[in-house]
């Protein structure tokens, strides 16, 4: 094994990734794709628990199956608040939302 000598230790702080989503515009976009995604993979988790259909779930909501996939599609984040709360709902779940300080440190 061999030990390299004059190793330089690099610096690699710069801007973190909020600031460069913000200084290309995109950060509230890139939020609510990530929000979906999260909000999608939960509910699609809960129908697998539960073994519950597309076609099932969509009967349950009174809704059609495409307006079912685009309410599941990760990066559609038109979805309305309503129908999302119902569909929790529908699978013995509820939604919280919550809104804090833009300038909040994460943890």
């Known amino acids: 094994m061999k030990v390299r000598k004059n190793h330089k230790v690099r610096n690699h702080s710069g801007s973190t990734f909020d600031s460069f989503l913000?200084?290309?515009?995109?950060?509230?976009?890139?939020?609510?794709?990530a929000i979906k995604r999260v909000l999608a993979w939960?509910?699609?988790q809960a129908m697998q628990e539960q073994q519950k259909t597309k076609q099932a779930m969509?009967?349950?909501?009174?809704?059609?199956?495409?307006q079912l996939d685009r309410l599941l599609d990760p990066q559609n984040?038109?979805?309305?608040?309503?129908?999302?709360?119902?569909a929790a709902r529908a699978l013995g779940k509820r939604v919280i939302i919550r809104v804090t300080d833009a300038k909040a440190k994460r943890a």
Do not use: F, W, Y
């Open 22 to 33: 913000e200084q290309e515009g995109i950060r509230e976009e890139v939020e609510a794709v």
């Open 42 to 44: 939960q509910l699609e």
């Open 58 to 66: 969509a009967k349950q909501l009174h809704t059609s199956r495409s």
């Open 77 to 86: 984040v038109s979805v309305t608040l309503d129908t999302i709360t119902r």
